[in-house]
């Protein structure tokens, strides 16, 4: 069989035979090969006895949300391509043909563009329209180097085979990101072609909820990318704390007539501190990417691999020593004075690198350890 269109349905009864009668007709006008699957989520408005009627193929899936109830009804279908798109007559199944020929031409994730293809009026909310998908959508092009414009369309067509092997797994809306993400991340051939999207024949609120599920997508678009959840914004507090902690440490600078003291020094070192914990977050990410394989590992990531809990224990024993040297030597200055009062500007030159040495060489160890409890392998 060629061809499966699905469709995630949880009490669409209003709607549901619209959608299955166009899909019918679309596989019969062009001589298609295929199936229509209603992968239903627990409806209780008789769905299923619409879906059933009219020739199509029940799939009950158990599991809550609209991820689920796709990757069910994916691991039912019978065609070589998936055709998927929700059941609420908003989307135009009677038009279904650009997205066969770019499969067939070998693409294995067809995604449809509704900006380019059309959007009806009050068919998408102004809060989603000019900010929630173009911001998200923008975001997943920047961190994962996509050509996507639409990354939450809900028409979209893939090579079956190609999305089992991605092993997608989000129950709930963010699986329409997770998709994109891991095809991308995994190198598939993606394309987009134009759709058209109006408003639903809804008569209830629709299934979506624009907050929580934007944060779930944001979430997730950035906890896929440690390069720039972690990494990037690490490499920026670190060098930019570094470098301007090496340079007061050895007295004021002034600019014009501003002066950069000590108290400089002090966010300068908690900038490198922070920087630092990120870069390690970014590797202890990595490494569990490498052991789970939620994220692809590139041949990059390979020098993270000479990162090991006994070298970080090792050298984060270093900083915390050579900071344990400098308080020795914070205390004998200290007590040359009687152990009295000491002039601040002058001390903290020597006891800010100090903690920072101190607190760094501590996170090291520490995340080292984590990262030796990633690596135990339990049995089963």
């Known amino acids: 069989m060629e061809l499966t269109i699905l469709m995630p349905c949880l009490n669409e009864a209003k709607t549901l035979a619209i959608c299955i009668n166009k899909a019918k007709t679309f596989l019969n006008e062009n001589n298609i090969d295929g199936e229509i699957v209603i992968a239903d989520n627990g409806s209780t408005?008789?769905?299923?006895?619409?879906?059933?009627?009219?020739?199509?193929?029940?799939?009950?899936?158990?599991?809550?949300?609209?991820?689920?109830?796709?990757?069910?009804?994916?691991?039912?279908?019978?065609?070589?391509?998936?055709?998927?798109?929700?059941?609420?007559?908003?989307?135009?199944?009677?038009?279904?043909?650009?997205?066969?020929?770019?499969?067939?031409?070998?693409?294995?994730?067809?995604?449809?563009?509704?900006?380019?293809?059309?959007?009806?009026?009050?068919?998408?909310?102004?809060?989603?329209?000019?900010?929630?998908?173009?911001?998200?959508?923008?975001?997943?092009?920047?961190?994962?180097?996509?050509?996507?414009?639409?990354?939450?369309?809900?028409?979209?067509?893939?090579?079956?085979?190609?999305?089992?092997?991605?092993?997608?797994?989000?129950?709930?809306?963010?699986?329409?990101?997770?998709?994109?993400?891991q095809a991308t991340l995994h190198k598939l051939r993606i394309t987009e072609v134009p759709t058209t999207l109006k408003k639903d024949g809804r008569d209830r609120p629709p299934h979506l909820r624009s907050w929580s599920d934007g944060w779930r997508h944001l979430t997730f678009l950035l906890m896929h990318s440690p390069q720039w959840l972690f990494l990037y914004p690490g490499l920026i507090f670190f060098i930019v704390g570094f470098c301007l902690s090496t340079v007061l440490v050895f007295g004021p600078v002034r600019i014009g007539d501003t002066t950069f003291d000590i108290n400089t020094l002090l966010y300068s070192a908690i900038s490198t501190i922070l920087g630092f914990q990120f870069i390690l977050f970014f590797v202890l990410t990595k490494k569990y990417a490498a052991k789970t394989g939620f994220i692809p590992v590139n041949k990059t990531d390979e020098k993270i691999n000479r990162f090991t809990m006994n070298r970080g224990i090792f050298w984060g024993a270093v900083l915390f020593f050579l900071g344990v040297i400098g308080a020795i030597v914070s205390v004998v200055i200290w007590s040359k004075s009687g152990f009295g009062d000491l002039t601040p500007e002058k001390m903290f030159r020597l006891t800010i690198p100090v903690l920072i040495f101190i607190v760094c060489g501590i996170q090291l160890m520490f995340s080292s350890f984590f990262l030796g409890i990633l690596e135990i392998k339990t049995k089963k």
Do not use: W
Not at 55 to 73: F, S, T
Not at 80 to 87: A, Q, R
Not at 133 to 146: A, D, E, K, M, T
């Open 45 to 181: 408005d008789g769905s299923q006895k619409i879906a059933e009627d009219l020739g199509a193929r029940v799939v009950n899936v158990p599991e809550k949300g609209y991820g689920a109830a796709l990757i069910g009804g994916c691991n039912a279908a019978l065609g070589d391509y998936v055709i998927m798109g929700d059941s609420d007559d908003s989307y135009d199944f009677l038009n279904l043909m650009p997205f066969v020929e770019k499969l067939r031409e070998g693409y294995e994730l067809v995604m449809g563009n509704r900006f380019k293809g059309g959007i009806e009026k009050g068919a998408m909310p102004p809060l989603h329209k000019y900010l929630g998908n173009p911001v998200l959508s923008f975001i997943g092009r920047v961190l994962y180097r996509s050509n996507i414009r639409d990354f939450h369309c809900g028409l979209r067509g893939y090579n079956r085979e190609s999305i089992l092997k991605l092993n997608l797994h989000t129950t709930g809306m963010e699986y329409a990101s997770e998709m994109v993400v």
